[in-house]
């Protein structure tokens, strides 16, 4: 089954750096991988997908990027802000397991200080 | 409309106790999940349901009993708890994963306390 897994675990950054988070997964068969902005106690919010056959996708300040082959996708975040503060997820959906089985990392705790 | 409702928001139940978990999306997606979150770790996958069939059950204790009527509704229902199933529980949806162009959505979570 997929493995998938987060470096680092926490982060703490002054208000205005740009930052990257990491994710690797361990089976290159997948269907696309998502990264998510959790806050505590709170569902998930969906911040970018990247559909397998792309290489890159952004929204605002995030920009993600995939190497499928590798088993590898970074989050980049720019000019950060206090109210990026929050856990971000990886998920990785599909593989030869199942075509819906979708797995998280453990994801990153991002701290930005003002 | 991207939205997932679940309902409760919060529960509290005893050991002895039958309840249920609900989830509800409008958004066409054929593709259903429950997650188990433990506080600080990611969501666990527990089940998966394709065109409202079971597709994949992560050998979850059959005190969790999930159920989808519909395409438009997943529940959980529970029986007989352990305080160690004390969690946040995450029902998503997405367009079935055969279709590759699949983006998922979670709702905002059951928060169960088993006293």
């Known amino acids: 089954k997929q493995e998938v897994t987060q470096i680092p675990a926490a982060l703490s950054v002054p208000e205005g750096e740009n930052l990257v988070l990491n994710c690797s997964f361990t089976?290159?068969?997948?269907?696309?991988l998502q990264w998510f902005r959790q806050d505590p106690g709170k569902g998930l919010t969906s911040l970018l997908l990247?559909?397998?056959?792309?290489r890159e996708q952004t929204s605002g300040r995030l920009n993600a990027s995939l190497d499928k082959s590798s088993g590898r996708s970074t989050l980049y975040i720019a000019a950060s802000q206090p109210g990026d503060s929050a856990t971000y997820l990886c998920?990785?959906?599909?593989?030869?397991?199942?075509?819906?089985?979708?797995?998280f990392g453990a994801g990153t705790r991002l701290t930005v200080k003002p | 409309d991207t939205e997932v409702t679940q309902t409760p928001k919060h529960l509290v139940m005893g050991m002895t106790n039958k309840k249920s978990l609900k989830c509800e999306q409008h958004m066409g997606h054929r593709a259903m999940y429950w997650y188990k979150q433990k506080a600080k770790k990611p969501p666990e996958l527990m089940f998966v349901?394709?065109?409202?069939?079971?597709?994949i059950n992560e050998s979850v204790p059959s005190r969790f009993s999930p159920e989808c009527p519909n395409s438009s509704l997943l529940n959980l229902h529970l029986h007989a708890l352990q305080p160690e199933d004390s969690a946040l529980y995450l029902c998503?949806?997405?367009?079935?994963?055969?279709?590759?162009?699949?983006?998922?959505?979670f709702g905002q979570g059951t928060r169960l306390t088993v006293v």
């Open positions: 349901y394709s065109y409202e069939k079971l597709s």
């Open positions: 998920a990785v959906l599909g593989g030869d397991y199942n075509n819906n089985d979708m797995r």
């Open positions: 089976d290159s068969a997948i269907y696309n």
């Open positions: 990247i559909q397998s056959s792309q």
């Open positions: 998503a949806s997405s367009q079935d994963g055969t279709d590759r162009v699949t983006e998922a959505f």
